[in-house]
């Protein structure tokens, strides 16, 4: 026997005696070959590892063998993968799914001297499963189930005969999906494209993809554009060429021999839809889930449609969706198209019609733009790149669109704030009005996952008033609400009625709705139109649930000081002549500068270099010896003492040059003598582009003015503060608290106002466990995050020592949530973009105003009352500006209030009433300087005290909810933004 040959006899033994049979292993011999038979059971032909095990003349050869034997099955073993047949169906000729008992995997090897010992147990393992299921008799599997397997099986392995780039991914995936499409279109337009058959024998990889190639343009040239033009442009590694060619022949033969016509147009539908599923997947190509389809199709159009087109990535899912969902509630199905300029999206919708291009696909196809000219009711739009926005721009300023015309669209949560959609999001509020903003922190509304939502608007009614846009963040997964759906056709009354709820569920409040399963926030249209370029704020900000942040503030504002507390901020060295006090090492070498210039002794006794810290460049890590190469030179030492030495001629040559002279170092006397600057604990530099570091200080290094050094009172705590100000949570409060967001850059006032941990809590930091993460590199966001912005970020991606430090601080000192945890990295990632922290501190501190205070703004009640009152009883009042007093006063014939700026009197505002001045005294002491009043007596009775007790509560409730913000320029930034929000009117 061969090598292979004998592993696999070894194993075979092995796994017989683990199942607990009691049957031989022998080497069977005869004119036709070698063999391996298990007496009675199987009989196993070892094939190399680049041989198809699903090839017919092989099976072939050792059934003969085994019908002779009476064995009941046969097995062909590559030792990449195992397959095992009925022996009495493959005589038979029976389909195949009825031939196949099961296909088992095994080590991923291109020669059989590849094979190691650590190898073994999983080959051993794909064996003795394989035994089993021929001693139970595994029951067959359906063919539909056979036709996934095997066409993820082929392209599992032609992707892993890649360099396994997303270009690579793409073009076999390509080639997978053009393969599937072709056989299931030739299969119905036999007379039109040839059978699929490519040569067997072919050694090159390249001319089996050119000689697949002009099977597809031959398809072209018939009038079939979904197949691309050439599929030669797949670079196939040398050493698995081999494997490459056997799992692309495979897959052809293998299509033809199932033939999908006798699988039903339903199993059918759900394989090909599976098999474009996990296609996306390969390729990293998120496409939008059924059930979030779902959502929005019933949000967009509850009465359903009769005409809808869809456009972008989903690949005829929303088209499909939308008869399906029709049918079930009994309703005339719409006429569905595709908009599929490309061959990849028009191919796409042949797959999901399992190749029913004709009338009986439900689903017409659109190739150009200029036939876009009949009205639609929907318009359904998918996409996670940036290279479709110009396109959805257009589609939402020029598409026709009935009167109750309805768009949908699945895209990434950057089109909610990011700037390079500003131009989607204005088109948008001009032409429509944005009903439905939904995400879901739970899971993502994409497969494979990324961050997206759905935006649900509907065309301008003249006559109507504009409904309020409903923002949506789900907390739990769809499924929670209603069954969800696994096939695109698939069609269930019940979970229709289940949708239906959860749509009631979601808009049954017009003041909105938050708890554990979903927070709904309701914003008017026209604050929506406003956010809608970014400059007064974004989308995105609508969707953080305030109680998140309010509940993040609520646990960290016992546990923080300032860092002013523990020590001193200050910024870096200012030499006034940089080009003579700091030198490199070379110069200091070239020069010969004597050591006493540019080393120091410690208080250990131990020599240390006078380095320079000048940016974030000279830093590697928290804990790390900085990279720095630069010295900074003490001198200390009169002109006579250096005269003859190197360190005179490095002063005499500045001096020659006019050094001296200059306004920032004359003040010294000599020019040359630096005091000697302090040594900083913390290093923090200013600038810190793509990489945020807080660094320790080993190399007891003195920092320029590109840097900010920390002296501690304690510099015991040097490492545990280091560690807490890289963290995410370090990070994440800095940020949140930053009165000005300086995106990567810190001043000295913003050190200063770092919130870190009290003494307690620092006490509490194991530094131990987190040795890793102190004393290795850090790297820029995208690295450290897995994750360059908010719609990408995932838990699992962030650095493993990274999630590890941040896991205990958040949850066992901070005791933070996930859904509290997920959102910190999110807003940390979108701070680092855009700097709209403020606003969300306000969002969250209104949302302490009116659920633990019970205070409601005054847009809540008092213009309510206002709009209930014809024009005629309502008076606009414009108050004085800078009013530090308002009194009320009686005369002979009214009441005034007069206003005061400082010891004068500055206006009188006359009332007819005392009500009515104490409600103009009320507004002015609340900051405000146009106001509406109203002039109706009862009205203004039931005002009055509402809105004494509104003034005397919302000062002391400020009072206590600011007590949450450290103190420094942000507490009053917050606190007239929060009062200016409640006072809104």
């Known amino acids: 026997m061969n090598v292979p040959a004998t592993i696999v006899h070894t194993l075979l033994r092995r796994a017989v005696e683990r199942i607990g049979r009691d049957a031989e292993v022998t080497e069977y011999t005869s004119i036709d070959g070698s063999y391996l038979l298990v007496e009675g059971v199987v009989l196993v032909d070892v094939l190399q590892p680049t041989d198809d095990p699903y090839d017919e003349f092989a099976r072939d050869r050792v059934r003969v063998v085994a019908a002779r034997l009476h064995v009941p099955a046969i097995a062909l073993v590559t030792l990449r993968s195992v397959v095992s047949y009925r022996t009495d169906a493959v005589v038979k000729r029976l389909p195949e799914e009825q031939q196949i008992i099961g296909t088992y995997g095994g080590v991923d090897i291109t020669t059989s001297t590849e094979l190691t010992a650590d190898d073994h147990d999983r080959l051993g393992m794909a064996l003795q499963t394989m035994l089993t299921d021929i001693y139970v008799q595994r029951a067959p599997v359906e063919a539909e189930e056979l036709l996934g397997e095997r066409v993820r099986e082929a392209a599992t392995t032609m992707l892993s005969c890649t360099d396994r780039s997303t270009e690579q991914n793409e073009r076999v995936v390509r080639v997978v999906t053009s393969v599937l499409a072709y056989a299931l279109l030739q299969m119905r337009r036999e007379e039109d494209l040839d059978r699929l058959s490519i040569p067997w024998g072919i050694r090159s990889a390249t001319l089996m993809l050119d000689v697949l190639g002009s099977y597809f343009r031959e398809a072209r040239r018939k009038g079939f554009m979904m197949f691309p033009e050439h599929v030669d442009d797949i670079d196939v590694l040398d050493q698995r060429s081999g494997l490459f060619r056997t799992a692309l022949a495979s897959l052809c033969t293998f299509l033809h021999r199932i033939d999908p016509r006798r699988i039903d147009d339903h199993a059918l539908h759900r394989t090909v839809d599976d098999v474009v599923r996990w296609c996306d997947g390969a390729r990293r190509a998120p496409s939008p889930t059924i059930d979030v389809v779902d959502v929005a199709l019933r949000l967009a159009a509850p009465a359903g449609a009769s005409r809808l087109l869809e456009v972008g990535d989903a690949g005829g899912l929303f088209a499909v969706r939308a008869r399906m969902l029709a049918e079930s509630r009994g309703q005339t199905p719409p006429d569905v198209y595709v908009f599929a300029p490309t061959t990849d999206a028009e191919r796409a919708v042949v797959l999901r019609t399992s190749g029913r291009v004709d009338a009986a696909a439900d689903i017409g196809l659109v190739r150009r733009h200029m036939t876009l000219e009949r009205p639609w009711d929907v318009l359904c739009a998918a996409g996670t790149t940036l290279d479709g926005r110009h396109l959805l721009r257009l589609l939402a300023d020029k598409l026709p669109m009935s009167a109750n015309g309805a768009m949908v669209m699945v895209l990434p949560l950057a089109v909610l704030y990011a700037d390079h959609y500003a131009a989607v999001r204005t088109s948008l509020t001009q032409r429509f009005c944005i009903r439905w903003v939904l995400t879901s922190d739970a899971e993502s509304l994409v497969s494979p996952e990324a961050g997206t939502c759905c935006i649900v608007a509907t065309r301008h009614a003249d006559d109507e008033d504009e409904a309020p ?517």
């Open 469 to 985: 846009a409903r923002i949506v963040v789900l907390r739990k997964p769809l499924s929670a609400f209603f069954m969800t759906c696994d096939a695109p056709r698939e069609l269930d009354a019940k979970r229709t009625q289940h949708l239906d709820a959860f749509i009631g569920y979601i808009g049954a409040s017009q003041r909105g709705k938050n708890n554990d399963e979903v927070y709904v926030r309701t914003v008017t249209q026209r604050a929506m139109r406003e956010r809608a370029d970014g400059s007064s704020g974004t989308w995105f900000d609508l969707l953080v649930p305030p109680d998140v942040v309010s509940r993040i503030l609520t646990k960290t504002s016992s546990r923080m000081q300032l860092l002013r507390d523990l020590g001193q901020a200050w910024s870096g060295l200012r030499t006034g002549a940089n080009e003579f006090f700091v030198v490199d090492t070379e110069t200091i070498a070239t020069e010969g500068l004597e050591a006493h210039a540019w080393q120091r002794t410690g208080m250990d006794g131990e020599v240390i270099d006078n380095l320079v810290i000048g940016g974030v460049d000279d830093l590697d890590g928290i804990g790390m010896t900085p990279s720095a190469d630069q010295c900074l030179l003490l001198i200390d030492a009169s002109a006579s003492d250096v005269a003859q030495s190197n360190l005179g001629t490095w002063i005499d040559r500045a001096e020659r040059g006019g050094l001296h002279t200059r306004p920032t170092v004359r003040q010294r006397t000599p020019w040359y003598r630096l005091p000697p600057p302090p040594v900083p604990d913390l290093i923090i530099p200013k600038e810190q582009h793509e990489r945020r570091l807080v660094a320790m200080n080993p190399a007891h290094a003195f920092v320029s003015d590109g840097c900010i050094g920390v002296t501690l009172h304690n510099p015991q705590a040097a490492d545990r503060l280091a560690l807490w100000m890289n963290s995410t949570v370090g990070l994440f409060l800095n940020s949140l608290f930053m009165a000005v967001q300086h995106k990567a850059d810190m001043t000295v006032r913003d050190a200063e106002a770092f919130p870190v941990p009290t003494d307690e809590v620092l006490r509490d930091i194991q530094l131990r466990r987190h040795r890793p993460f102190l004393t290795r590199r850090i790297e820029r966001f995208e690295v450290e995050y897995g994750a360059a912005c908010p719609d990408d970020f995932r838990m699992d991606a962030v650095r493993r020592d990274r999630r590890i430090v941040d896991q205990h601080l958040m949850e066992n000192i901070i005791g933070l949530t996930p859904e509290e945890q997920r959102w910190m990295y999110r807003l940390l990632l979108l701070w680092r973009m855009r700097g709209d922290n403020v606003r969300l501190l306000v969002d969250a501190l209104v949302h302490d105003l009116e659920t633990r205070h019970r205070l409601e703004p005054l847009s809540q009640w008092y213009t309510p009352l206002l709009e209930q009152l014809p024009d005629e009883n309502t008076r606009v009042v414009i108050l004085p500006q800078g009013v530090t007093r308002a009194d009320i006063t009686r005369t002979m014939f009214a009441w005034n209030v007069v206003c005061r700026k400082g010891s004068k009197a500055d206006e009188v505002i006359e009332c007819s009433t005392q009500e009515e001045a104490q409600i103009i005294k009320a507004m002015i002491d609340l900051g405000k300087v146009h106001v509406a009043i109203p002039t109706d007596a009862p009205i203004i009775a039931d005002i009055v005290p509402r809105l004494d007790m509104f003034k005397a509560t919302l000062e002391t409730a400020l009072d206590t909810i600011c007590e949450v913000l450290p103190a420094t320029d942000v507490a009053t930034t917050v606190r007239a933004a929060l009062q200016a929000r409640m006072t809104a009117l």
